[in-house]
């Protein structure tokens, strides 16, 4: 098993700002995800993050809007840029190897406001 | 195109009694297919996983799930529900890294 540290656990943000989300894996792991979660609503994958190339995001996310940073194969960040009321959220990392489950970190609520 | 169905969005159950949780999935191959319960505030944490063998899997917590291919399904059980159970509760499909996740059903327990 994986455990999974991401930190800030909450923050509160002004709209217009930036929020920098990291994760760090216990073990070196070969994939690491970015998820969101909505209030009231599952998960759905904003990215896969790859180590030492750009990340694969997923249909409506995108780069400019969330960059990923994957230095090494056990730490990931991920960045919501100019962030609006609608970025509110819970934004999750998970970390896992090749066909294994998926372990998750306890998530980042963002509040924007 | 890949799916996973949870159809029951909100589901009260009294202490004590038992619990299933449906869960079907439209696939082009048999993925592996997991649960996972997230507690208010929390994080996700695996209850069970299939990716071969036996159907019948126990996971943590006294559940367990069956995987019925013909039914394209995976329903999760419980025997003798605990008040703690009360979460959300996500079922999870799987293949080659690309996991996809039902929109969760809410358990409610009674006292």
């Known amino acids: 098993s994986a455990v999974i540290s991401q930190k800030p656990s909450r923050d509160i943000c002004q709209r217009g700002t930036s929020l920098t989300i990291q994760c760090q894996v216990d073990?070196?792991?070969?994939?690491m995800f970015w998820y969101r979660q909505q209030p009231g609503q599952s998960l759905t994958l904003i990215a896969t993050?790859?180590?030492?190339?750009?990340?694969?995001?997923e249909s409506g996310f995108v780069i400019d809007k969330f960059p990923i940073s994957r230095p090494n194969l056990t730490f990931s960040t991920l960045t919501v840029s100019n962030m609006s009321p609608e970025d509110s959220s819970i934004y999750l990392c998970?970390?896992?190897?090749?066909?294994?489950?998926?372990?998750f970190g306890q998530g980042t609520r963002l509040t924007v406001v | 195109a890949q799916s996973v169905t949870q159809p029951d969005i909100h589901i009260t159950v009294s202490e004590g009694a038992s619990l299933e949780l449906r869960c079907n999935y439209s696939?082009?191959?048999?993925?592996?297919l997991f649960w996972y319960v997230q507690s208010p505030g929390q994080g996700l944490q695996l209850l069970l996983k299939y990716f071969s063998g036996d159907t019948l899997v126990q996971g943590i917590k006294g559940f367990e799930a069956e995987f019925k291919r013909s039914q394209s399904s995976f329903n999760l059980r419980k025997p003798s529900v605990h008040w703690s159970d009360a979460a959300e509760y996500f079922c999870a499909v799987g293949l080659n890294n690309d996991m996809r996740f039902g929109a969760g059903t809410r358990l409610t327990v009674k006292p």
């Open positions: 998970s970390a896992g190897t090749a066909n294994t489950e998926a372990f």
């Open positions: 073990s070196q792991v070969t994939m």
């Open positions: 993050a790859n180590q030492g190339s750009e990340a694969t995001y």
């Open positions: 696939y082009g191959a048999t993925p592996y």
